[in-house]
């Protein structure tokens, strides 16, 4: 394959950059193209219907059309246009279940790049558009620093801008926290470099939501993201966020409100929706994320789908279900004090993790919570210590 050779993924041109980086991960990163590769050419086997003619089935709403599709969620065979207004029909009947806005609303799109985000972007504009919203969107997009990754993604967002003619506003980890990501593994490896990620990240789009004064952010987080969360979270026994983890909006009183329109949006439908719409979108997967622990969750939920297309749902609606009895104990939100970032911690996470490069040990924020805070308090008071010592030495030399 050359730098100008198509990938089967949409119609993306792959990017030379892959080239540029070590041959292990150049082999990871075709590995994973490959693997999107195929999972739209099998869906395309499966959902399109290879018959003409008289023996071709007809929509199942009853337009007089042909199916082409067979939708992944429901089974049912539809015609392009069909599935284009079941797709953001659906999307709409969960935002308006919901109640997720109200008119007027200043409202920041999570902009990657990728399928989720682009499809979220644009579904949001026509329903914006079409159900009358009466909502000002603006793209917020997070440059997380990734060599041949997030550079050329971000220009995907900026087509995206052109497109929609939605304003987008682009904040950098480097801008706000001095460090890349590509730094950041250079000091932690790959085992551990999502934590940073994942923490910077969230932290970062509240910044910007807050710079930028939106009411809201909206997240592309689709139904197969919050099954796999579910499942991590049972599997870690992390009871607050398996607690939370399933509501379409979150935020406590001091913050940001998020939600997720694509909370019951499988992803087999949103890649659909971008083929056939012809949407714009990055497909190349992080170049830092295959020993993500999120990718064994998804792995099993797709031998799940694979044996009953309902899993993903039901495990959603399991979620939603689960009662967390009286006696067990929950962290209280509180504020860094640091940052004043809200946190259930004296230390927010980004904070701890922070400390732990900047002091040169990247593992002081790795690690249960309780550990992790134990921790940052002995460094702290290392380096107070050293600080007292060190006033005291010039102190003396003066003398």
């Known amino acids: 394959m050359t730098a100008t050779d198509h990938c089967l993924f949409l119609s993306v041109p792959c990017q030379p950059s892959w080239f540029w980086i070590t041959p292990y991960y150049a082999v990871m990163l ?17 959902t399109k219907v290879k018959l003409s003619g008289a023996m071709a089935p007809k929509c199942k709403t009853g337009c007089g059309k042909n199916a082409i599709l067979k939708r992944p ?5 539809l015609c392009r246009e069909c599935f284009f207004w079941a797709f953001e029909t659906e999307v709409h009947n969960t935002v308006t279940a919901a109640r997720l806005f109200r008119r007027g609303q200043y409202v920041a799109v999570a902009a990657s790049g990728g399928k989720d985000s682009t499809v979220l972007a644009h579904v949001m504009k026509e329903l914006n558009q079409r159900y ?18 997030r550079d050329d993604s971000l220009e995907t967002v900026k087509r995206n801008r052109d497109q929609y003619g939605i304003p987008l506003t682009v904040l950098s980890y480097e801008d706000l926290y001095g460090w890349t990501m590509d730094d950041i593994v250079k000091q932690v490896g790959l085992r551990n470099n999502c934590t940073f990620c994942g923490v910077f990240r969230r932290q970062a789009l509240d910044r910007g939501a807050a710079q930028l004064g939106v009411d809201q952010i909206v997240t592309g987080h689709n139904a197969d993201d919050i099954a796999e969360t579910v499942v991590m979270n049972v599997l870690r026994g992390d009871i ?7 509501a379409i909006s979150t935020g ?48 099993y939920l797709k031998d799940l789908e694979a044996i009953r ?7 959603i609606h399991s979620g939603e279900s689960l009662a967390v009895r009286d006696a067990a104990r929950l962290p209280t939100q509180g504020t860094c004090s640091r940052c004043q970032y809200i946190s259930s911690q004296p230390v ?18 790795i690690g249960k919570s309780s550990k992790v805070q134990e921790r940052a308090r002995e460094t702290e008071g290392e ?11 010039v102190t003396v030399g003066a003398g």
């Open 309 to 315: 297309a309902t899993s993903i749902i039901d495990i």
């Open 73 to 77: 969620k429901t089974g049912d065979a």
């Open 132 to 149: 009358d919203y009466g909502l000002r969107l603006v793209l917020l997009s997070i440059d997380e620093g990734i060599t041949g990754y």
């Open 348 to 365: 927010c996470k980004a904070c701890v993790l922070l400390q732990g490069l900047n002091q040169g040990r990247p593992r002081l924020g």
């Open 383 to 393: 380096s107070d210590d050293r600080s007292e010592v060190d006033s005291a030495t």
């Open 252 to 299: 406590t009183e001091g913050s940001i409100p998020r939600s997720k329109p694509f909370k019951y949006t499988y992803e087999k439908e949103i890649v659909m929706y971008a083929y056939f719409k012809k949407l714009d979108y990055f497909s190349t997967e992080c170049i830092y994320s295959p020993n993500a622990y999120r990718g064994y969750a998804r792995a």
């Open 30 to 46: 075709l590995a994973i193209n490959m693997a999107l590769a195929r999972l739209v050419y099998i869906t395309e086997r499966q």
């Open 240 to 246: 607050a966020r398996l607690q939370r983890c399933t």
